[in-house]
């Protein structure tokens, strides 16, 4: 049996276009012996009856999604080999399935969360989000975002007080300190930094969660997305905006957090990399 799960947070920027670098990214991790036990994925864009539920089934992982047409969209995919023998079927894997913030109308799809129920630990609570960007602090979508961070502040408050292992996984579209941009002067007064979306991450924290990629040593200038412009990639120009947050109870059985700038390297590659915890058996 494993000595840990792991679970990893990837905006593939479209998984019709995508889907062969997911899968090769997952049978590269099990290759090494470091599977990955749950992907929470954003940025679908396609509808739930385009989702490639069969390929993904065919490589071992079950999985539910939240789609619409061209924009948004999210998913929870789960390796189907680290499931404990009560999940047998969709139904069974993905328990209290929640699409969408509860209460708060919005037709884009960017929550989707599910406790699932894996072998060696007690069942988590994982949550995957695609937070709103926020075009410019000026825009109507900045009003959006900051609407929406309150409400998922507050649908959190419960899940937290009803889940004690919760994972809130996915593209945060907020670099949450200055050690998380490439070049914070060039990005004074522009969303993704803003006091407000600053403020609204935190918190999130004051929730008691945590960012598990700041409980370990990381390298600096060690960001998760970088603009296809401008050679951003190689000029390692990039923020970190994808981001996993732990409940207090998985936070103390966190073994590592990482980037795995790998993808990124790849042909025609999504401009987010994936972000991976490691969860030690309870």
Same mark, same amino acid.
Request: charged fraction near 25%.
């Given at each position: ?62 999985? =539910?999604? @939240? ?5 948004? /969209? *999210?998913?929870? &995919?789960?390796?189907?080999? #680290?499931?404990? %023998? ?24 960017? =929550?989707? @969360? ?5 072998? /060696? *630990?007690?069942? &988590?609570?994982?949550?995957? #989000?695609?937070? %709103? ?150």
């Amino acid at each position: 049996m494993a000595e840990s799960i792991r679970i990893a947070a990837w905006n593939v920027n479209s998984i019709k276009v995508r889907l062969p670098q997911v899968l090769r990214w997952l049978q590269d991790q099990e290759k090494a012996k470091k599977p990955i036990d749950a992907l929470c994925l954003q940025e679908l864009k396609l509808t739930d009856d385009k989702y490639p539920h069969a390929e993904l089934e065919e490589a071992g992982y079950i999985s =539910i999604a @939240a789609g619409q047409k061209t924009y948004n /969209g *999210v998913a929870i &995919i789960v390796r189907k080999a #680290a499931l404990a %023998p009560i999940a047998t079927d969709h139904e069974t894997t993905f328990l209290k399935p929640i699409r969408n913030i509860p209460g708060n109308v919005d037709e884009q799809q960017r =929550i989707l @969360a599910a406790t699932v129920c894996f072998k /060696g *630990v007690q069942p &988590i609570r994982l949550i995957s #989000a695609y937070f %709103p960007n926020g075009q410019s602090p000026d825009s109507d979508k900045f009003q959006y975002k900051l609407g929406w961070l309150a409400a998922l502040e507050d649908w959190l408050k419960e899940e937290l007080t009803q889940n004690t292992r919760l994972a809130l996984l996915g593209d945060f579209n907020i670099a949450p300190t200055d050690d998380d941009v490439h070049d914070p002067s060039k990005w004074i007064g522009q969303n993704l930094v803003s006091p407000q979306e600053r403020d609204a991450f935190q918190r999130l924290l004051n929730l008691g969660l945590t960012d598990s990629f700041r409980m370990f040593e990381q390298v600096p200038k060690l960001f998760s997305w970088w603009d296809y412009r401008m050679m951003g990639f190689r000029r390692n120009a990039g923020m970190r905006i994808d981001h996993i947050l732990l409940s207090e109870a998985l936070k103390v059985q966190c073994s590592a957090s990482i980037v795995d700038k790998e993808p990124r390297t790849w042909e025609q590659p999504s401009d987010h990399a994936p972000v991976i915890a490691e969860i030690k058996q309870s």
